[in-house]
């Protein structure tokens, strides 16, 4: 199937588009070139291949990708280390192909201040595995997930990488806490 990809250049800040979310009170940079799917599955759910490729369900084509964005509220009796028991959670059923502490450069308020890459692997039928790369974020007590999806195999495997670790990275809180409305 024929499919837009990202190209090289357009990982520059400049050509990225800023999505806030008033509900969770945050905001995160993705790439122009990709679409925001209309989906309530999470807050920001975006796709780098075109509409018409699109259907009900999680279906992605060989060389496409999707990246969702995740707010996981503290509520969730995660426990005191609540960063890796979300971690635990999520990965349980998964083959860990690479996970890694994100170092952090200068500590800014409401960013990341811990953010954790987990590179994993999932059969989900006959031929190509399907490969999620999440991003797990902390910011003072809220955790947030950057999780990129796509097909093993897939030569844009790197690329689609450092897209979602800079969406990462560019992921704000806003003032307001979740609650203080």
Known sequence: MACTLLPA????????????????????????????????????????????????????????????????????????????????RETKFWKILRRREIKRSNEKPRVCYRLVEVVKKSTVGPGTPRINTSYYCSVHGRLFVISLANWGGNSAQEQLQTIALKMALSLRTLESPIGDQ
């Open 9 to 88: 250049s357009a990982t520059a800040q400049s050509e990225w588009k800023v999505f806030t979310s008033d509900r969770y009170h945050f905001s995160v940079r993705y790439p122009a070139s990709w679409r925001v799917v209309d989906n309530s599955t999470a807050p920001l759910y975006i796709a780098n291949f075109p509409a018409s490729q699109h259907v009900e369900g999680v279906v992605i084509p060989g060389s496409g990708a999707i990246i969702l964005v995740f707010v996981r509220l503290t509520g969730l009796s995660l426990g005191p280390n609540s960063l890796e028991t979300l971690i635990k």
